[in-house]
């Protein structure tokens, strides 16, 4: 086994020594508002499903997805999470929406509760986007079929979540593989998403997409790692002071074991079809030919100053995809969800009312939004 170098053991000592971000983050109760969206969700929660969605040898696979928010079952919202997250995620927006709407909230395979089989035993593939949407689709059935079908569905998707949901509403395959899901859909919602169209990986994804299990250990250890994850959170975020202690524990559970990192690790490298760092732009064209599938209208809401997939992604889908309106939020960044669930909820609210029928193709979401900011 290779040894460290006393020089990486003398950066590990200096920067333990030095990491004062995380721990002036503050904790939930710190913040009454939030505290109180979380409890709202919670009160309102109706069951913690886990469905199975595939199998090895015999043995199954499952997704845990929670149910929660208002008694009226015409509607049900999906929202799906994004890159080294959980279903935790919308817990603020949940708060908000679950006044007037029922939410099913998943975990993607390999996330938050669901399970996390190895890459090695199904094969990376089984983390992409195209399998990750397959198996919200499975699992979205089999409830269905149990608690009763809704009249419509409403996907929300965040991140590589509107990756996931873009493979939704756009394979033809999965398409035919679910037609009672597909004909309750009419429109969907994607934030910030991820488009598949990306000619290079993010320097520190592509990181925490490499990093051996020893390396992750040891940073560990020093706190290194965990102190990078909340300097990253907090510089990307448009209140700071509203990034929890929460927020980077959960990313740190999503490394916080080998079958967790393992599989965290498969869903970075399956994210965006790439070859030897190079994009695998015959396997992307693929995927953004597919946009012009999408038979529902679609709702992209966009922070103007996110630094993770910026705005112009925004532009381009608008152009691709055959019935989309933008709306962006100025100041905002790459996770709405989390720090403007007010505004979220309301622009879910008012597309479901109706499918964005009259509306500009672009517009300031806070000028025409109840709610302006949280």
Request: include cysteine; aromatic fraction near 6%; charge should be neutral.
């Amino acid at each position: 086994m290779k040894r460290p170098s006393r020089v990486l053991l003398v950066l590990c000592v200096v920067l333990a020594g030095c990491a004062p971000t995380y721990k002036r983050l503050p904790v939930l109760d710190a913040l009454p508002e939030l505290k109180t969206l979380v409890e709202r969700n919670d009160e309102r929660r109706f069951r913690l499903w886990k469905l199975p969605v595939g199998e090895i040898d015999g043995s199954p696979y499952s997704i845990v997805a929670e149910e929660t928010g208002a008694d009226r079952t015409d509607v049900l919202v999906v929202p799906v999470h994004g890159l080294v997250s959980d279903r935790s995620t919308w817990r603020f927006v949940s708060g908000h929406l679950g006044e007037t709407h029922r939410l099913w909230i998943p975990d993607q395979l390999g996330c938050g509760d669901s399970d996390r089989p190895s890459p090695v035993a199904i094969g990376e593939s089984a983390y992409s986007p195209d399998a990750s949407a397959r198996h919200l689709l499975e699992a979205l059935e089999r409830r269905n079929d149990e608690a009763g079908w809704p009249e419509r569905i409403f996907f929300v998707g965040h991140s590589l979540g509107g990756a996931v949901v873009l493979r939704i509403l756009g394979s033809p395959e999965l398409r035919t593989a679910y037609p009672r899901i597909y004909a309750r859909m009419d429109s969907a919602m994607l934030i910030a998403p991820l488009e598949f169209a990306v000619n290079r990986a993010s320097e520190t994804v592509d990181e925490m997409g490499r990093i051996g299990g020893f390396k992750l250990g040891l940073g560990k250890t020093m706190g290194i790692f965990r102190e990078k994850v909340a300097r990253e959170l907090v510089d990307s975020a448009e209140h700071p002071e509203r990034v929890l202690k929460i927020d980077i524990d959960r990313v740190l559970q999503a490394f916080g074991g080998k079958s967790a990192r393992l599989s965290t690790q498969a869903i970075i490298r399956q994210a965006v079809p790439f070859i030897e760092g190079r994009p695998d732009w015959d396997a992307i064209d693929r995927l953004v030919a597919e946009y012009a599938n999408v038979q529902v209208p679609v709702l992209l809401l966009w922070g103007r100053h996110d630094e993770t997939l910026p705005l112009s992604m925004g532009y381009k889908l608008l152009a691709e995809l055959p019935d989309a309106r933008l709306r962006i939020v100025e100041q905002g960044k790459h996770s709405l969800q989390a720090e403007r669930p007010r505004l979220v909820s309301d622009w879910i609210r008012r597309f479901l009312a109706d499918r964005g029928s009259g509306w500009v193709p672009i517009e300031a979401a806070e000028s025409s939004a109840s709610g302006l900011r949280d």
